[in-house]
Each structure stands twice: as structure tokens, then as C-alpha cells.
């Protein structure tokens, strides 16, 4: 019998200040540890819609760094004098439709009494020590991908004021519930090394952190990011949240916005849920990563370049 005691322990690889909230611990020469944790407060209100999003926004992660889930516990604050457990169980239905299409396996969790529900998950993945994606891999002279549009919060928050139209509403969900396991994936085979995803700093604060832990700038064209259908519009009216307002007034000293104005610096600062991933691939293999993105269902761009010269972002 072999001698477990006798292996070395596990070392880590990746911490959060590079693994943008998640950790990497090897175990041996061909396999390594994720670890991340998120939870969220409702941003919709169907219970089983809020479950899916939350636990997508919980795994994002794991594919941030080019790993595969294995499994997840669930994290929940619930009001037990306010909320029936019956929407409960509606909200870790949600959670179980995103772990079935994950192929991941939800081995138990642990509730709190909390008056604002918040539902997440811890989760484990693997991934191989010699394909590692971290937010300090960007090169200069990459083209930078964005694998889902931007607008998450304006939309969110609209929703929450009940003036988000109807197709808003829905394109925001469906944008939230998509997994990042594909587009990992597609990153990966194109031979990507710094990755990350768009979540609550939004691409200003996370592709922003991503310059600074590289060393590069990057160029990013306003023109070329897509939006969710009718944020834009939202923002251009006022519907902002205040996430995202803060997000901007840490991003300033980093951004240099050129002849853009406000709306659409904030839009860039858009704190997002569940958001898409962003990374550098060589220029020869941009034409076949968003053709790959597209034939799955991908709504992704080629948003900008990254460059020598001081770390910061420039919006072009």
C-alpha cells in the first residue's frame, strides 16, 4: 500500500492575488486544485432563475483558470421567518440545473439565518499545473477577447425598478446563465495564458487589474465591445447601479478615456454578474477563437489590443 504520508504536500501554485479570487494548489505533475467562493443577493425574481445565476456566477472562476469543476457546496442566507423553505428548494433546484450542465456534483452545503437571502457555492476543480490561465498572463501584442457582452447591472438594475424592457430582461438572463466552460476551453486550445472573467469590478476593474498584474496596457475600442440589447439606452438614461459608479471612481487613475464621455466610462465600469470571460490571444488566432465562439453560441469580440509601454487602460 502506497505510503500517503511519504508524498510532499500540496503547493500552492496560484493565490488570489493573482488567481482573481481563486486559489491553485498542485498535487503532483499532472494535476492541480481550484478553489473558489461566491454567493450573491437576488438579481432577479424567479427563485430558480436567481439559483442558476448564482451558481454560474459561482463556477466562473474555475474556467477563469482554464479548470474544470469537480464539485461545489452550497452557501445560503436565508430569512426563515420571511421566505418559505419552498422558494428555498426553488433556488438550489437552480443551482443543481447549472451543476448537472457543469458536470459537477453538489456534495452538501451549509445555511445561515440571515434577514437579505444570498445563495452561492464554494467550488472545487482541477486543472493540469502546465495550464494554468491567471490574470497575470497577458502579453503585449495580443488581441483581447471578450466572450459575453457587457450591461449585466444596468440591466439588473433596471429590472429592480421594473423599467427594463422585455428583451433586456431576458438577454440579461440568458447571458448570466451561460457557463464559461466553452469558451475556457476555446481559450485554452488557442493558447491563451492570461485570462480572467467580467464580474462585479466589471472590464474596467478586472481587465484593468489584469494590465497591472501583466505589465502591459491595453487599447480598447468603445466601438467594438458589445452590449446587452437596450443598455446602452438604459444608461445613457440614469439606470446605473451604484456598484458600478464605484467601480469607475477606482478605475480612474488607471483609464484614459479619451473623447468618451461619462455614460459610456461607466458602461465600460459596468459591475456585471456572471459575466463572460476576457483574454489575449496571438493575432494569427483571433479569426478561428471568435468563429469557435460564435459556433457556440457566443455573443464575443476582438475589444482591443494589449501594448508595451506603462500598465493602464485606454479607451479608443
Not at 450542465?101 to 499545473?129: L, N, S
Not at 468618451?260 to 496571438?282: C, K, N
Request: glycine letters at 12%; charged letters at 20%; aromatic letters at 4%.
Amino acid at each position: 500500500m502506497r505510503d500517503l504520508h511519504a508524498d510532499r504536500p500540496a503547493e500552492l501554485l496560484v493565490g488570489p492575488d493573482t488567481g482573481d479570487d481563486a486559489a491553485v494548489w498542485r498535487l503532483d505533475e499532472e494535476r492541480a486544485l481550484v478553489s473558489t467562493a461566491d454567493f450573491i443577493t437576488p438579481v432577479v425574481d424567479d427563485a430558480r432563475t436567481w439559483g442558476r445565476v448564482a451558481a454560474a456566477n459561482s463556477v466562473s472562476d474555475v474556467y477563469a483558470m482554464g479548470g474544470r469543476p469537480l464539485f461545489a457546496l452550497n452557501l445560503v442566507g436565508w430569512n426563515v421567518d420571511a421566505l418559505p423553505t419552498s422558494l428555498l428548494a426553488e433556488v438550489l433546484a437552480g443551482g443543481q440545473d447549472i451543476a448537472t450542465a457543469g458536470g459537477f456534483a453538489i456534495a452538501g452545503g451549509h445555511t445561515i439565518d440571515d434577514p437579505e437571502p444570498k445563495y452561492g457555492m464554494a467550488v472545487t476543480g482541477e486543472v493540469h499545473p502546465d495550464r494554468i490561465l491567471t490574470n497575470a498572463g497577458l502579453r503585449a501584442g495580443q488581441d483581447i477577447i471578450l466572450t459575453k457582452p457587457l450591461g449585466v447591472g444596468v440591466i439588473t438594475t433596471a429590472i429592480k425598478r421594473d423599467v427594463a424592457p422585455p428583451e433586456s430582461a431576458s438577454a440579461a438572463i440568458a447571458s448570466m446563465t451561460r457557463l464559461n466552460d466553452a469558451a475556457s476551453q476555446i481559450a485554452l486550445d488557442a493558447g491563451a495564458t492570461g485570462c480572467t472573467d467580467v464580474t462585479g469590478f466589471g472590464l474596467l476593474g478586472h481587465l484593468g487589474r489584469m494590465a497591472i498584474e501583466s505589465g502591459v496596457r491595453v487599447e480598447i475600442a468603445f466601438e467594438a465591445i458589445p452590449f446587452l440589447p437596450g443598455a446602452v439606452a438604459l444608461a445613457a438614461d440614469g439606470v446605473m447601479p451604484g456598484g458600478s459608479v464605484r467601480n469607475l471612481e477606482w478605475g480612474l487613475e488607471l483609464l484614459e478615456p479619451g473623447a468618451h464621455d461619462d455614460v459610456h466610462q461607466l458602461l465600460i465600469a459596468d459591475a456585471q454578474t456572471s459575466g463572460g470571460l476576457v483574454f489575449g490571444v496571438d493575432p494569427a488566432h483571433t479569426a478561428a477563437v471568435l468563429e469557435q465562439l460564435a459556433a457556440t453560441g457566443h455573443t464575443a469580440a476582438h475589444i482591443g489590443v494589449s501594448a508595451v509601454g506603462p500598465a493602464g487602460f485606454e479607451l479608443r
